[in-house]
Nanobody, 116 residues
């Protein structure tokens, strides 16, 4: 089975920005609710943002106003624009279905490190 392929991570200073991309396997349109997840050091992987097939976006409180999730179904790609980054945003970021029933195998993720 093909896996999601995440990219765009890196090491940035607090206050910086990153734009993550994720190419989804198969037809992205089949993912009615698509999510970006973060696995912070020593923590479980959790959803930070999700977007419906009609473009309605949802965020956890800690990233509201700073992160923007989007999707381009024609390119089979999801994006996460991250601004005003904080050290607590550090982690490995993954994309996948935001519903348990729709989950596919996890990709390798992309490392985001926010540090002075």
């Amino acid at each position: 089975q093909e896996l999601p392929v995440e990219s765009g991570g890196g090491l940035v200073l607090p206050g910086g920005s990153l734009n993550l991309s994720c190419v989804m396997p198969g037809n992205i349109a089949s993912f009615n609710l698509l999510g970006w997840y973060r696995r912070a050091p020593g923590e479980e992987r959790t959803v930070v943002a999700a977007i419906t097939s009609t473009g309605s976006a949802h965020y956890v409180d800690s990233v509201k106003g700073r992160f923007t999730i989007s999707r381009d179904d024609a390119k089979n790609t999801a994006y996460l624009q991250m601004n005003s980054l904080k050290p607590e945003d550090t982690g490995v970021y993954y994309c996948n279905s935001a519903t348990r029933a729709g989950l596919v195998n996890w990709g390798q993720g992309t490392q985001v490190t926010i540090s002075p």
